[in-house]
């Protein structure tokens, strides 16, 4: 059964340094999302791509995240300089279409991130 | 505001018991609404998906209704197992694109 891939799924850092994940949503899936979720709480949107374009970056703190997703199949989320919060599990998703359309979602297994 | 609410917060329940979690939203325009299962350590998956013309769906042991009027959700897990232990999470999808999520609720199956 196809699955969203991500790594890599810990990652510990310290402050003000940089990290990166990758995420490969699942083959022919045009829709890509991230999200950050912080313990106790549902996950929050980042990011949303449709193909290799930006749709909804609305709640991306952008001057220090980034996104990217070239080619319009694998993606690549940064953060510089890492804060302390921004230790959170990070979660990628993939759908055929979008969510309006009744398309459902699949996670991937996220990236949990420690910010020391 | 697009809010969801879930109750309860969290929930222990002895094996083979019955259960029902609840979640109350004010996502409008409605467009659909989903539940996912979390187990610890990994991303949500997808156990049910309701537009609003349908007032119940099941998935094996789990059953989602959904009154759009009351803008109410229930999940109902009959017969639990150990293996039910998780957060639960109601998503409201609104028309423009736009998933809201609920923090969930914590399910504990004991033995």
């Known amino acids: 059964e196809a699955e969203v891939a991500q790594s890599p799924r810990y990652k510990i850092t310290e402050k003000s340094q940089a990290v990166a994940f990758w995420c490969d949503p699942i083959s022919g899936h045009a829709t890509l999302y991230w999200y950050r979720q912080i313990l106790g709480q549902g996950p929050e949107l980042l990011v949303q791509f449709q193909d290799e374009s930006v749709v909804d970056d609305s709640q991306l703190p952008k001057d220090r995240f980034s996104a990217e997703r070239l080619k319009g199949v694998d993606s690549t989320l940064k953060i510089q300089p890492a804060e302390l919060g921004d230790s959170a599990m990070y979660l990628c998703?993939?759908?055929?279409?979008?969510?309006?359309?009744?398309?459902?979602?699949?996670f991937g297994p996220g990236t949990r991130l420690t910010v020391l | 505001k697009n809010q969801v609410e879930q109750s309860p917060q969290s929930l222990i329940i002895l094996e083979g018991k019955n259960c029902t979690l609840q979640?109350?939203?004010?996502?409008?325009?409605?467009?659909?609404l989903r539940w996912y299962k979390q187990d610890t350590g990994r991303g949500p998956v997808s156990l049910t998906i309701?537009?609003?013309?349908?007032n119940t769906k099941s998935n094996g042991r789990y059953t989602a209704t959904l009154d759009a009027d009351t803008k109410q959700s229930s999940l109902h897990i009959t017969a639990s197992q150990l293996s039910d232990s998780a957060s639960y999470i109601c998503v409201v999808s609104a028309r423009g694109n736009k998933l809201v999520f609920g923090a969930g609720t914590i399910l504990r199956v004991k033995s």
């Open positions: 979640c109350n939203y004010t996502v409008s325009p409605f467009s659909n």
């Open positions: 309701m537009t609003f013309s349908e």
């Open positions: 998703a993939s759908s055929h279409g979008t969510v309006e359309a009744y398309n459902e979602q699949f």
